[in-house]
């Protein structure tokens, strides 16, 4: 495999991760009630993109392929707790 397609390969891999987690933090933005005592977006939008991936990863090698619809929810279950506690649990 050349550089070309494996960049393509882990590209296509995050891709799902990123979508999700800029749609959990820009979602969250409408049921922020004291925008001040939340983190910036960009720190949202990093922590909750990691931990997907990190989900993703976990999936991957739990189940030795990617693409299961049980990743995908504990995913959106995860990306959402997070979003929830950075909005509820943050100590500036």
């Given at each position: 495999?050349?550089?070309?397609?494996?960049?393509?390969?882990?590209?296509?891999?995050?891709?799902?991760?990123?979508?999700?987690?800029?749609?959990?933090?820009?979602?969250?933005?409408?049921?922020?009630?004291?925008?001040?005592a939340a983190?910036?977006?960009?720190?949202?939008?990093?922590?909750?993109?990691?931990a997907a991936?990190?989900?993703?990863?976990?999936?991957?090698?739990?189940?030795?392929?990617?693409?299961?619809?049980?990743?995908?929810?504990?995913?959106?279950?995860?990306?959402?707790?997070?979003?929830?506690?950075?909005l509820r649990?943050?100590?500036?």
């Open positions: 495999m050349g550089p070309l397609a494996l960049l393509n390969h882990v590209l296509n891999f995050v891709a799902p991760a990123l979508f999700v987690a800029l749609g959990v933090t820009l979602a969250a933005r409408s049921f922020i009630r004291k925008k001040s983190p910036a977006l960009s720190r949202q939008l990093a922590v909750n993109f990691a991936v990190l989900l993703l990863a976990l999936g991957l090698w739990w189940f030795g392929h990617d693409g299961k619809i049980a990743t995908y929810a504990g995913m959106s279950l995860l990306c959402a707790s997070s979003q929830w506690f950075m649990g943050w100590k500036a």
